[in-house]
């Protein structure tokens, strides 16, 4: 079992940055590709950013490309998010999730084994 907790959300004005961070429980998360997802009410959990277990690939939603930044610390068991130009729409709770034993990154909710218990971030316009 891993665990995985999140933090770093908050209320912040348009235009402004956040950082998340992920911290897993167990060294497997070495050995895991991590993914960042969000969900507002009424709609499903969606993709938006993910990174392979070497660090090496990262994936991005069109909504978070060239705003969003996915990175890791694999000796700290971490895994970041740094937003920056946030908009009102990026609004949402924002999870991380985990996918073990050297498989590659995913966009799919599915694809991922464990999940955080998800940070709210509010963009205020």
């Known amino acids: 079992q891993v665990q995985l907790v999140e933090s770093g959300g908050g209320l912040v004005q348009a235009g402004g940055s956040l950082r998340l961070s992920c911290t897993a429980s167990?060294?497997?998360?070495?050995?895991?590709?991590m993914g960042w997802f969000r969900q507002t009410p009424g709609k499903e959990r969606e993709f938006v950013a993910a990174?392979?277990?070497?660090?090496?690939?990262?994936y991005y939603s069109d909504a978070a490309k060239g705003r969003f930044t996915i990175s890791r610390e694999n000796a700290k068991n971490t895994v970041y998010l740094q937003m920056n130009s946030l908009k009102p729409e990026d609004t949402a709770v924002y999870y991380c999730?985990?996918?073990?034993?050297?498989?590659?990154?995913?966009?799919?909710?599915?694809?991922?084994?464990?999940w955080g218990q998800g940070t709210q971030v509010t963009v205020s316009s």
């Open positions: 999730a985990a996918r073990p034993a050297y498989r590659s990154g995913s966009y799919y909710v599915p694809d991922y084994d464990y």
């Open positions: 167990r060294r497997t998360f070495s050995s895991a590709a």
């Open positions: 990174i392979t277990w070497t660090g090496g690939s990262t």
